[in-house]
């Protein structure tokens, strides 16, 4: 994942968010900083499905710059550990939430096998080439039976898109046998609960129009402006979709 659109949006933005948010006030954090999907009902859905509660050891791979996992820290007690490839996004996450940031990439997870109760991997399988290698680690760091959330956005088909750059879209049912093949059952999946509450989006949407007086004639502006509308063009056409998707690892069979 280098390209140049795909740094801007993940990496200059992130830092940007941080700042806008420095200036706005700490209430302004977790929505700007839930950039897969900013729901929090999407939030509730993957936390209740995983069963998260007070002192789950929590990984979230690609964890952009923290809000998911600083949400369910708050809400739910969790004790959240960030990955995050993004050099600036680990720094972002850190200033913001004070968790614990590794600043790696999800195909090569620094911790131990079967070392973490859950993963959430939110908006992240679509920008990555080999799924299947982002999968296959995250099942070697949970325990077994453990559950993973997914933030995934699915191809309605399996034609080619005009997709922002970087961003390869799965079917639904080329999920489900990734997912088969890594080692995951797939327990239940839903779409994307609708109806985002004014006091998320429009704390948001003013951390981002702070970023944007701030940055507008930045290239990276433009770059990360042009990944949204055409990712915008393609939930509004119907060519795409969010799903969220609770596995589990599947327990290894007992040997007779
Ligand atoms: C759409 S953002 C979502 C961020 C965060 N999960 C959220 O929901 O707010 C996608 C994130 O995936 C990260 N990412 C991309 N490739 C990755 C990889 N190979 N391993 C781990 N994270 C990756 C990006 O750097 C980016 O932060």
Known sequence: MTEPAMTAEFDDVAGWTADAVEQLGEGYAIPAACRGSANPAALAWLAEACELRAGTRLLDVGAGIGGPAA?????????????????????????????????????RIPLRAGSVDAVWCLGVLDTVADKAALLREIHRVLRPGAPLGLLAVVARSPRALPAPEGNLFPTRRRLASLLDGTGFDLVEQTGLPGGVPLSWSRRAEQVAAVVAAGHAADRAHAL????????????????????????????VPCAR
């Open 224 to 251: 990360a402006a042009r990944q949204a509308e055409s990712l915008t063009r393609l939930f509004a056409s119907g060519q795409i979709s969010m799903r969220l998707v609770h596995a589990a690892k599947r327990p």
């Open 71 to 107: 949400w369910a820290a708050e809400r739910f007690g969790v004790r959240p550990v960030l990955l995050e490839p993004m050099p600036a996004a680990c720094r972002a996450a850190a200033r913001l939430f004070g968790l614990p940031v590794i600043a790696a990439d999800g195909r």
